[in-house]
């Protein structure tokens, strides 16, 4: 109903913003509605949500186990839109736990259904997240395609977040491929561009890999400035996961 889409809107902007106690008010709030209403579809869009909320605070135990229970729900109601978004998620939550394998197998998963359904935001969002994997494997050449494509569909669709975060993955991409240069003038305009839309989490991810770039090229000085930045947003927006490492 109104109500719940109004409660999962709110919770949203709230786990962006970093206000994680008040997002999950609202998630919860929205779930509780949907179990009374026996909506098994508004639960899973529920569940899903709180695992992406459990995932930005560091609970990866809780994180996983909604969003198996989302997944359980979805797979009954022939969900395929739904069930691509929870396959991302939990490639996420495996790609925290240092699964890389778990992640990939999740994130192609996403990406057949997304593709199947033709659905442009998605495709990229996927098409970034198997990048990202590739980055992680040293598959500079092959994760520069996928990411490349991920700019382009975003592009296409006027996706500014999706833009954003495909500008963000190219920089740490070059960032390692000797070009440095155009890695830092990127992770520059990521840092800014997350500012701009209130993404403090993409903003403090962008400073912690503009710190390294910029370290990795002698600029220590910026380095140490940039990482003390993103230190910062991190700790106003209660990401433990980038505080463990800034």
Known sequence: DTLSYTLDNLGITATRSGDYDQAEEYFQEALAIRQRQQDSAGQARSLTNLS???????????AAHACEDAMRLLANLH???????????????????????????????????????????NIAMSLNQVARILLEREDFSTAERYAER?????????????????????????????????AIGLLEEAVSN???I?????????????????????????????????RFIA??????SIRALA
């Open 52 to 62: 992406r909320l459990y995932k930005s605070r560091g609970d990866l135990n809780a």
């Open 79 to 121: 969900d395929r839109a739904g069930l691509a978004s929870a396959h991302a998620t939990m490639g996420e939550i495996s790609e925290m736990l240092g699964d890389l394998d778990g992640a990939e197998n999740s994130y192609r998963s996403a990406l057949e259904i997304n593709e199947a359904l033709g659905m442009p935001d």
């Open 150 to 182: 991920a700019l382009t569909e975003n592009q296409l669709s006027s996706n500014r977040e999706g833009t954003v975060a495909s500008t963000h993955l190219l920089g740490r991409i070059f960032s390692h491929t000797d070009r440095e240069s155009l």
């Open 194 to 196: 997350y500012r701009a």
């Open 198 to 230: 209130g993404n403090k989490n993409g903003e403090a991810w962008a400073c912690l890999h503009l710190a390294k770039t910029l370290r990795r090229v002698g600029r220590d000085k910026e380095a140490l400035e940039t990482l003390h930045k993103a």
């Open 235 to 240: 700790e106003a927006a209660g990401n433990a």
